[in-house]
């Protein structure tokens, strides 16, 4: 979210959505769509190779109509999170907990990469429905998205595959995943398989063992 004064510019980087700082000299990259320029000639770049990002400019007054902001779960890595909320969103549910962890409207910001982490290192099989999982559950989910996420934003995030940048930029936490993109490796914890199956149509990465 933007604070421009009277309105708020929100954006949504979706799938590859990246912004960079740059000199208002830099040429311009053919996959930069918006360009801010600052009085002091930085510019703040939006780079989106496949253009699935949104940006809505929107008056303060009428954010809170947005779909965007009346669905938006709580952030998954906020102080605001706690066992109560995820309990009661989710106690009624009988989907999947891994399916439910995506659904923004109720976490915001755990993709299919952090959910199967949380789910490892909450010790949850992805397969448990919501209406099972306990509240002593619910705490350690909220403990370990924060615990996660905070470690991806210091390490600059993840970079799998086509998640890279045209500058050079990537993340680091791929090198401390546990269970993401390790199917048939040895579980850290306990040298069992790491299972890959489908869920909800997401590859859902699991230790069968660690997660019973």
């Known amino acids: 979210m933007f604070d421009l004064g009277d309105y708020y510019l929100l954006s949504h980087l979706r799938m590859e959505g990246k912004y960079f700082l740059k000199t208002a000299k830099d040429p311009k990259e053919k996959h930069e769509h918006v360009i801010i320029t600052f009085e002091d000639d930085t510019d703040l770049r939006y780079h989106d190779t496949r253009k699935f990002g949104r940006m809505i400019l929107t008056p303060k007054e009428k954010l809170m109509e947005l779909d965007a902001m009346k669905k938006q779960g709580i952030e998954a890595n906020s102080e605001e999170l706690t066992k109560e909320y995820l309990y009661q969103k989710i106690h009624s ?7 439910i962890l995506l659904d923004q409207t109720i976490l915001s910001g755990l993709g299919n990469i952090y959910a199967n982490e949380v789910l490892f290192s909450a010790k949850i ?3 448990k429905k919501g209406k099972d999982i306990t509240l002593e559950e619910c705490e350690r989910i909220k403990l370990c998205s924060k615990q996660i996420l905070e470690e991806a934003i210091k390490s600059g995030g993840t970079t799998i595959r086509s998640y890279t940048s045209s500058l050079g930029v990537t993340g680091k936490f791929q090198n401390h995943l546990n269970v993401h993109k390790r199917e048939n490796e040895n579980c850290f ?3 069992s ?4 199956e489908k869920i909800g149509g997401r590859s859902t990465y699991y230790c069968p063992k660690c997660q019973k």
Not at 93 to 99: D, F, N, Q, R, V
Not at 193 to 196: D, E, G, L, Q, S
Request: aromatic fraction near 6%; proline fraction near 12%; charge should be positive.
């Open 93 to 99: 549910k009988s989907l999947p907990i891994k399916t």
């Open 125 to 127: 099989n992805p397969f």
């Open 189 to 191: 914890l306990c040298q």
């Open 193 to 196: 398989n790491i299972k890959n």
